[in-house]
Each structure stands twice: as C-alpha cells, then as structure tokens.
C-alpha cells in the first residue's frame, strides 16, 4: 500500500509564512504528478496547486504569486511554501499524488490525512 503524511500547518497571522511537506511511502515503483489541494469548512475541496514529476506546475488564482509548490524526486516529497497567509486560506490542506506501485501497475491517486492551516489574528 502506499501512505501520504503531512506535515507543517498550524496557527499562524495573517501575512505570516508556512511550509507544508508531504511524503509518499509504501510499495512505490514511481510518483508522477503530486498537488495540494484545500477544504474549508461548508465548502467543497478545491485545488491549490499541482506539479508534474517533471516539475512543471499549475495554480489557482487565489494563490498565484503568494504560494509555490515544488518537489524532491529522490524522497517522494512534496513541498508547499505559503507565503502572506490571509483568514480566508484557512482550511484543511490535503497532499494527493498520482502513484505507480509496480512497473505494470495502472496509476492510482492516494490523498493524505490533512493537515489544518489557520490564519488568524
């Protein structure tokens, strides 16, 4: 099987910084593309960011400019840097990513357990 964890959130004010991590584990022949998606309260999950294994990537609106995703092959890690947080990013912050288990393995999409992000003063 394969385990995303999270790390990383917590209780910061608004303008404040935060780094998010996420490592897949398990049975993995290869990762391909890993993203971060959010839910807050009363409203459905939505995509924040997402990168390709070849480390193009992709951004809502709501956070071009202000959040930047990358990633480290080698520890099946990706990483979500959060700069001027504002109250409305509060929201469970969930790490998702396109896995591979074996060589013929057909590509499966494992979501972690999220982790809570809260802007506030």
């Known amino acids: 099987q394969v385990q995303l964890v999270e790390s990383g959130g917590g209780l910061v004010q608004p303008g404040e910084s935060l780094r998010l991590s996420c490592t897949a584990s398990g049975r993995i022949f290869s990762v391909y593309g890993m993203g971060w998606y959010r839910q807050a309260p009363g409203k459905q999950r939505e995509l924040v960011a997402w990168?390709?294994?070849?480390?193009?990537?992709n951004y809502a609106d709501f956070v071009k400019g202000r959040f930047t995703i990358s990633r480290d092959n080698a520890k099946n890690t990706v990483y979500l840097q959060m700069n001027d947080l504002k109250p409305e990013d509060t929201a469970v912050y969930y790490c998702?990513?396109?896995?591979?288990?074996?060589?013929?393995?057909?590509?499966?999409?494992?979501w972690g357990q999220g982790t809570q992000v809260t802007v506030s003063s």
């Open positions: 998702n990513a396109g896995v591979a288990q074996t060589r013929y393995s057909d590509l499966d999409l494992y």
């Open positions: 990168i390709t294994k070849g480390g193009s990537t």
